[in-house]
């Protein structure tokens, strides 16, 4: 089966779900159990001989470990196993790739589906295997596509530069959000620019996946007979169903919500009606909304993605496909507390906030919130340590908890999108959708044309080093490489990122490690909030061949220190 498995220049050169449900028999053909097979040209026999070979091996050692298997090395590809029920699923990528990103990949893929499609057994009694054949590949395309390579090491999520952006605008952007969220419908939102977040309230797992349906909307839209735009400065609306589990959505409602300003889109029982609207410029807005001496007040953040898509805001009927037992949603009553502000700063664990009985939203059941994927991950024939479980939020498919379905309401205005996560009856509430989208229609003109005038900054020569810096908490990465690393120098940089990365994945204690050949050296950091990786260019290195304090390799973390401060990041 090795033979025919070459490496594929690609992050990921294989992916399949299999259905082990319909293969019981010794004669039920193994090509029945396949509900999706990447790359789509492979012949069907290649396809029945991985699928059954390795579906055949993670039961065997599933059952003789007593655990979970969660990856699998063959001579040229290791693959990252996903088990749950009668599914299978499994990503191959090539051996250079970290075990880590090859993992997080595959949780991001599921999670992905999940979160658009709802539960994978439900989605499959419900749709054709073809349709959800192209959502697949369609996910997959997005996961792989316009990164840098150390983009896909760190599974990082793409944000505007701040450096060439004034505060101001971030602040700004953090504004719509806050008047947004004053109507009760509205959970959390984040904002776009091209494809890159600029302010967002909720966790970085959860903005990825809004991305997708942001980058799909947009590409849609530009094709010659996509829909057009209600206007130059009105921009276009649209909306789908989407799916969170109840540790997504307990973290989105974990902190209590301004009461004194909230929107009377949804009128509280016990609370006078205001004749206030949601700010319809940022220079409406009450300058003491947001107390900074109140701790009850919500904090400003800013890094999110928005979405857009449709004509006008007009209220739609569609129910959304699964209610998991929660029937029915009351638009009156005591709207749920969700001013939350996922800065990134934070632990997002969700404990903060408890639903209390006197609320009536249907959103608040379901069961248990889970820690995180369960289980220990048993690996066959590979060196590599399985990753720790992921966050809340990146592999919610492994746990045992129904899915609650929302709306995704997306507002586009040119390269600017406005992405919100509503409750399902916001679609019928004409005066909310009004509410939000006249309040906020200035504002993102605005913010979309200062955005615009900004010019990304043309990427300088080679520098005198190289380095690359990923915030754990935020998921995002600060790095002085152009795109992708074609030349031998970033090559070398990236292929030592990676070791390196894969490391410190693997030994929890190990917080300093460099890596070097004849003539090179990579110095890599690490704490519970970031990892660092520096390199030198330009200088001689002494390299005696053995590990010597007088090397020029031991060197690299007082420079690092030095050289990093410049660009934000503090080692010391």
């Known amino acids: 089966m090795a033979e025919f498995l070459q490496p594929d220049s690609r992050r990921c050169s294989y992916f399949f779900l299999y259905d082990g449900s319909k293969v019981r028999g010794e004669g039920d053909p193994t090509r029945d159990g396949i509900c999706y097979f990447y790359p789509e040209e492979t012949p069907l026999d290649k396809q029945e001989l991985l699928c059954g ?68 057994r439900h989605s499959y009694q419900l749709n054709s295997q073809r349709t959800l054949a192209e959502r697949w590949a369609r996910y997959l395309s997005h996961l792989q596509l316009g990164s840098s390579a150390l983009h896909h090491i760190f599974s990082s999520l793409r944000t505007i530069d701040s450096t060439n952006v004034d505060p101001l605008l971030l602040l700004k952007a953090a504004l719509i959000l806050q008047a947004c969220q004053r109507c009760p419908l509205v959970l959390a939102g984040c904002i776009l620019f091209r494809g890159r977040v600029v302010s967002t309230q909720m966790t970085p797992e959860l903005t990825m996946k809004i991305m997708v349906y942001e980058s799909e909307t947009y590409s849609r839209a530009q094709r010659p007979n996509g829909p057009s735009s209600s206007g130059s400065s009105g921009g276009s609306v649209s909306s789908t169903n989407v799916f969170l589990t109840p540790s997504e959505l307990q973290c989105l409602q974990s902190a209590p919500v301004d009461k004194d300003h909230s929107s009377p889109c949804t009128p509280r029982a016990d609370a006078p009606l205001k004749k206030t609207r949601l700010s319809r410029t940022l220079s409406d807005t009450p300058s003491s909304e947001s107390d900074p001496s109140d701790p009850n007040s919500p904090p400003v953040f800013s890094p999110a993605p928005s979405v857009s898509s449709s004509d006008s805001p007009r209220p739609s009927s569609r129910s959304p496909p699964f209610s998991n037992g929660q029937a029915s949603h009351e638009a009156e009553g005591e709207p749920l507390d969700r001013s939350y502000y996922h800065s990134f700063h934070s632990n997002g664990d969700g404990a903060a906030g408890d639903s209390g009985p006197e609320r009536r939203s249907p959103l608040n059941g379901g069961g248990r919130t889970g820690a995180g994927a369960g289980g220990t991950g048993a690996e066959w024939r590979d060196g590599d340590r399985t990753p720790p479980p992921p966050p809340p939020g990146a592999s919610e498919t492994s746990r045992e908890e129904p899915l609650v379905p929302m709306t995704l309401y997306m507002h586009r205005v040119k390269g600017l999108v406005l992405a919100l996560l509503v409750e399902p009856p916001f679609l019928n509430d004409t005066a909310s959708m009004e509410e939000v989208y006249h309040s906020s229609l200035a504002s993102l003109n605005g913010l979309e044309a200062h955005l615009r005038t900004i010019s990304p900054g043309a990427p300088g020569g080679r520098g005198p080093y190289v380095f690359a810096h990923f915030d754990l908490i935020q998921r995002t990465l600060t790095s002085n490489l152009s795109g992708r690393a074609g030349g031998a120098p970033e090559h070398s940089f990236v292929r030592a990122t990676s070791l390196l990365h894969s ?40 390299n005696s061949g053995i590990p010597n304090h007088q090397d020029s390799a031991f060197s690299l973390p007082a420079k690092a220190r030095s050289r990093l401060l410049k660009h934000g990041v503090n080692l010391l």
């Open 53 to 120: 070979q390795l579906a055949g091996v993670a039961r065997c050692v599933s059952e003789l470990s007593s655990s979970p298997v969660r990856t699998l090395r063959l001579r040229r590809i290791k693959f990252s196993i996903h088990m749950k029920d009668d599914f299978l699923w499994a990503l191959g990528c090539s051996m250079d790739v970290p075990t880590v990103s090859v993992c997080e990949l595959l949780d991001q893929l599921i999670s992905l589906f999940c979160f658009y499609s709802g539960p994978v």
């Open 503 to 542: 490391h410190f994945c693997n030994t929890e204690t190990l917080q300093e490690a460099i890596i070097r050949s004849a003539g090179e050296a990579v110095y890599g950091t690490r704490s519970v909030a970031q990892e660092t990786y520096f390199q030198q260019h330009g200088v001689l290195l002494r």
